[in-house]
């Protein structure tokens, strides 16, 4: 199934003139040009820039490719409303690839050989990474993830991949393991999935502990379409002091449900990936035990006190309310944590796009150059999650984490991370493959 975004019509409203200003001050510009007057006869052609979207409408992943697809949309909107990427329309060309490694594949050809697309974005599951990014190598095609794996920054990947819009495990884990071992306990258990993006965390968190002269008690991995945790909870060792748990997939609610039933009214100080709950209402009755425990957050679900103008602004622009959920439905909460993710991916590629001067495929290797070129993101409309120092050696971006304790039912920050928390030695250089 393919859906695509078709050039707007040259309008604007109080809101993206607001949104046009933001980014103007966000990235310290000044324009005499009205933010939404779109300028595309000034371009060379008038054809559309195509990004391929890969999005996972079904499958595992279904609940954050639904919120990414939002997002995706609302920040395509913004680019056309402003004139698109290098005077030209961009246009968004989705597939779903399922959340299936094979799939993921088959959708990167797809892009590159039916849609002709400019550069794929928006991948999450790091096992459909992991099983796509070779493909998109070898079609030398841009291809930009939204994912956390460390398979990018590790440079096991190839030079055509970046993820310049979320920090990945590594640097989320090591940034906040202190924290976890000076306030919550030494003694650690870890529930993580069975694959990719749970061995990120298992490899990485048990180093971080470690470190902090911490023990790791126990290792769980569960297959993350798992729909019932009660024969591996039995596990946790008794001495636990820190119970860290990330699960992904349909079955969450039902993964921190089984757990406070396991627990009941004593259990360990506990520390949760988000993605444990993203999607999921935290007012949902059989929740009610994670009352006065811990979750990381790359974006804070709900407005904070010192809530910035630009997730005032971002939140306006994809339809969240300050609760984390749809404007439409109050019910239908987003997966916030991670979705700012492919907002500020879309706004890389047309930031390192209008770098290049790019006109065609015939520039792609001008653009890869462009990103590797890229030090810094500034706080702003582009990037409301916060700054972020790029390394264009490793295709990685490095940035803020933010813990977050419930407390009546909602998520309030407790600490955010510097940037220097989550940095580490750097030893993968793509730049020194061919292109």
Same mark, same amino acid.
């Given at each position: ?52 979207? +890969? ?26 409303? +402003? ?23 088959? !959708? ?11 550069? !794929? ?24 993830? !939204? ?170 622009? !994809? ?117």
């Amino acid at each position: 199934m393919t859906d695509k975004i078709i050039k707007p019509k040259s309008s604007f409203t109080r809101r993206s003139t607001l949104l046009g200003m933001g980014a103007a001050a966000g990235a310290g510009l000044v324009s005499s040009v009205a933010p939404g007057f779109v300028r595309y006869a000034q371009a060379q052609t008038s054809a559309p820039i195509k990004l391929g979207f +890969e999005c996972h409408r079904t499958g595992i992943g279904a609940s954050y490719g639904r919120w990414y697809e939002r997002v995706a949309n609302a920040a395509a909107k913004i680019i056309n409303e +402003e004139g698109g990427i290098n005077g030209r329309p961009v246009e968004l060309v989705i597939e779903d690839d399922g959340t299936d490694p094979k799939r993921g594949a088959e !959708v990167v050809e797809k892009f590159a050989t039916q849609h002709k697309v400019d550069a !794929v974005f928006g991948t999450l599951f790091s096992h459909v990474v992991v099983g796509a990014a070779p493909r998109a190598g070898e079609l030398k095609m841009p291809y930009l993830v !939204v994912s956390e794996g460390t398979h990018v920054s590790s440079g096991s990947l190839n030079r055509y991949c970046f993820q310049p819009g979320i920090c990945d495990v590594k640097s989320q884990v090591i940034s906040m393991a202190p924290w976890i071992t000076q306030n919550l306990g030494k003694k650690v258990t870890m529930i993580f999935p069975d694959y990719a993006f749970g061995y990120d965390h298992r490899d990485n968190l048990s180093a971080s502990i470690k470190a902090q002269g911490g023990e790791m008690l126990e290792l769980i991995a569960v297959p993350p379409t798992e729909t019932s945790f009660t024969r591996y909870l039995p596990r946790i060792p008794s001495d636990t002091e820190v119970l860290y748990h990330v699960m992904v997939g349909p079955a969450v609610l039902t993964f921190v449900t089984e757990l406070g039933q396991f627990y009941g009214s004593k259990r360990p100080e506990i520390f949760g990936f988000i993605d444990s709950i993203e999607a999921v209402d935290l007012a949902t009755p059989q929740l009610s035990f994670l009352e006065g425990t811990y979750f990381w957050e790359g974006m804070p679900r709900y407005a904070q006190k010192d809530q910035s103008q630009w997730d005032k602004l971002y939140r306006a622009a !994809v339809g969240v309310d300050d609760n984390g959920a749809s404007l439409a439905d109050p019910k239908d909460i987003s997966t916030y944590a991670h979705m700012f993710g492919v907002w500020e991916t879309l706004f890389t590629i047309k930031q390192a796009m209008e770098m290049a001067g790019y006109a065609g495929p015939e520039d792609k290797a001008k653009f890869i150059e462009a990103l590797e070129s890229i030090e810094k993101f500034d706080e702003g409309r582009d990037h409301p999650q916060g700054d972020k120092i790029f390394n264009g050696k490793n295709h990685q971006c490095y940035g803020h984490q933010n813990i977050s304790k419930v407390e009546e039912s909602r998520l309030n920050v407790v600490h955010r991370t510097s940037i220097e928390d989550g940095m580490y030695e750097v030893t993968a250089d793509y730049t020194k493959m061919a292109l």
